[in-house]
Nanobody, 126 residues
Framework: QVQLVESGGGLVQAGGSLRLSCAAS????????MGWFRQAPGKEREFVVG????????NYADSVKGRFTISRDNAKNTVYLQMSDLKPEDTAVYYC???????????????????WGQGTQVTVSS
């Protein structure tokens, strides 16, 4: 069982930056690929970015490429999402997710992660 707790959301003006963190419980964090998803009001949850177990591979949604950066610190059981040049359309609840993976360099970019955090609200004003 993995518990995920996100933090770092908030209100920011367009063009601003935020860094989200996701802290995971347990001693096997390095066995899990991690992902960030978001869900805006009235829309389906969508994949934002994923990172492999090793941290060497990343996969970004086209809408955030060049603006968002994912990273992980396996020693701290934490994954980060650095968001820059934020736009009003980035407004959503952001969720951290974990999926056990065999391949250390594989990035899982589908919605069927095993564990999810409670979400953190990001609001970008124009």
């Amino acid at each position: 069982q993995v518990q995920l707790v996100e933090s770092g959301g908030g209100l920011v003006q367009a063009g601003g930056s935020l860094r989200l963190s996701c802290a995971a419980s347990g001693r096997t964090f390095s066995l899990y690929g991690m992902g960030w998803f978001r869900q805006a009001p009235g829309k389906e949850r969508e994949f934002v970015v994923g990172i492999s177990r090793s941290g060497s591979s990343r996969n970004y949604a086209d809408s955030v490429k060049g603006r968002f950066t994912i990273s992980r610190d396996n020693a701290k059981n934490t994954v980060y999402l650095q968001m820059s040049d934020l736009k009003p359309e980035d407004t959503a609840v952001y969720y951290c997710a974990a999926r056990r993976l065999l391949n250390i360099d594989y990035v899982h970019d589908r919605n069927d992660y095993e564990y999810w955090g409670q979400g953190t609200q990001v609001t970008v004003s124009s």
